[in-house]
């Protein structure tokens, strides 16, 4: 498809999903290399849109770890709320865990410092993150150091995991809003 229709909006599509997949193998490979040594590493993948993104990420990992979700939401039809409201949080404990977030985009950086926050205040060793896709043109956050497979222009993107209010999560390529 070149195109979608959500909630009446079209959306044309922007990155291909063989692209996705090589970016994701890519940093997978980075990760591996630089994380391998972690003890007891922790993924934690942010819902609802990491999913895909965690999921694909995480076939190519090749050190021992473990995973678990939370869930955290900034988004309102198109546009960031500005704020980062905790839905559900983390059952396990993260004392002394190196933790790696999975984020599916990072625009603001709000999201990144929020979560880096709440994990070193409940004791983590360590922080590290890795976001799908990052907007560069509006990052604000203090988290300098991060992984992340794509950069992308300041779109509103939906697929591979991200969403309309609902819609586009299950798509596997990535569309573009176009008014």
Not at 75 to 104: A, C, F, H, P, Q
Request: aromatic share 10%.
């Amino acid at each position: 498809m070149k195109t979608v229709t959500l909630h009446g909006r079209r959306f044309e599509r922007s990155i291909n999903h063989g692209e996705i997949v090589k970016a994701v193998e890519e940093l997978a490979e980075k990760i591996n290399v630089e994380l391998a040594g972690l003890e007891n590493p922790l993924f934690v993948g942010v819902l609802n849109g990491s999913f895909m993104f965690a999921a694909e990420l995480l076939k190519n990992i090749e050190f021992p770890c473990e995973v678990t979700f939370m869930r955290m939401n900034s988004y309102t039809g198109t546009s960031s709320s500005g704020t980062v409201e905790n839905i559900m949080g983390l059952k396990e404990s993260i004392e002394g865990r190196n933790v790696i977030i999975l984020e599916d985009i990072v625009e603001s950086g709000r999201t990144l410092d929020a979560v880096s926050g709440r994990m070193k205040d409940h004791g983590a060793s360590s922080v590290n993150f890795a976001a799908m896709f990052f907007k560069p043109s509006l990052y604000k956050g203090t988290a300098n150091n991060f992984y992340r497979a794509m950069e992308i222009p300041n779109d509103f993107v939906v697929g591979f995991g991200l969403d309309y209010n609902g819609l586009g999560r299950n798509l596997k390529d990535v569309y573009s809003l176009k008014e």
